[in-house]
């Protein structure tokens, strides 16, 4: 924030809380360019009633929060971060991953409220990672990363795309199926997709029963990709054992039923949030700017 202070005007001061939509429109109606986050949504209106905007960097590698189709036909260019919180992100799915099959959570609340009596063969049993099946949706940058840190657990890879990996030569360990037979097949399975028409409740009811009963589910990428309702009743009636999610369908609101479940870890949306991540989060943000408003293409653009 430093550099933005030195080199641009602020139209508004960035808050830890969203803006309203009447406050977010007024901004970017005074910008050339704006840096905005993934709870900003920039609808059809506000980008037409923002005339002299030429660029939204959006803070984040996901970008469902623009209307992109409004904003290709108005001539606004979208930017994204990728690269930059790759690995934060692969390493809170590892830990969420963790967490969820040693219980770690419930370790910790049990230590804090002074309910634990000492070492015993039988308490709080979990799961071992260790030679176990990964299951991988969404093989983009994030899904390589989780997947080349799967090396030192001996887990062999399973994962699904719906856009074919051509050009890429994947080591053999790793290895294509179906949605179904991923499913099928995975003791845990991360999802690492983007949130599109197609992707929305990608895992529902039907998704979930094809799971192992002792399979647990991660979720670091959007929150609508996995219907909340679905995945309650799964871990209700055993069909899956556990689940650790990072985003959800509504944010910041959860489904009510998430938070009564032991089984499941739940965090605010933390994928990229190291200090590294989030300065350089910034940095590109500011060359997507620098170049469009220096009439050069943007780095990172997304139309």
């Known amino acids: ?41 920039i609808d059809a209106e506000t980008i037409h009633a923002a005339t002299r905007l030429r660029i939204l960097a959006n803070y984040a590698v996901g970008y469902n929060n623009v209307d992109l189709a409004t904003a290709q036909a108005r001539g606004l260019v979208v930017t994204n971060t990728p690269d930059v919180l790759t690995d934060a992100t692969a390493d809170l799915t ?18 804090r409220s002074g309910g634990w009596t000492g070492w015993s063969p039988t308490q709080l049993l979990g799961a071992e990672i260790s030679g176990k099946t990964l299951g991988i949706i969404g093989m983009g940058r994030i899904g390589q990363a989780v997947a080349r840190r799967a090396v030192g657990f001996r887990m062999p890879v399973r994962y699904h795309t719906r856009q074919p990996q051509t050009g890429r030569s994947f080591p053999s360990e790793w290895e294509y199926r179906s949605l179904q037979d991923l499913l099928g097949e995975s003791d845990v399975v991360t999802i690492h997709a983007p949130l599109t028409p197609t992707t929305h409740y990608l895992i529902g009811a039907r998704e979930l029963a094809w799971m192992k009963s002792t399979a647990c589910i991660v979720n670091t990428a959007r929150g609508p990709i996995v219907d909340e309702g679905a995945l309650v009743h799964a871990l209700k009636t055993g069909i899956i054992a556990g689940a650790g999610l990072d985003v959800y369908e509504r944010e910041p609101a959860i489904h009510a039923g998430l938070a009564q479940l032991k089984q499941v870890v739940l965090l605010p949306h ?18 997507n700017i620098h170049a469009v408003l220096d009439g050069h293409p943007a780095p990172n653009m997304v139309c």
């Open 1 to 41: 924030m430093s550099i933005v202070r030195e080199q641009f005007r602020l139209a508004q001061e960035p808050l830890d809380t969203l803006p309203t939509p009447s406050a977010l429109r007024e901004g970017l109606c005074q910008a050339d360019a704006a840096i905005v986050t993934l709870g900003d949504r």
């Open 94 to 111: 590892w830990a969420l991953l963790l967490a969820v099959a040693r219980r770690v959570v419930e370790g910790d609340i049990l230590v």
């Open 270 to 287: 933390l994928g990229s949030a190291t200090v590294d991540a989030r300065v350089q989060m910034g940095l590109v943000c500011l060359k």
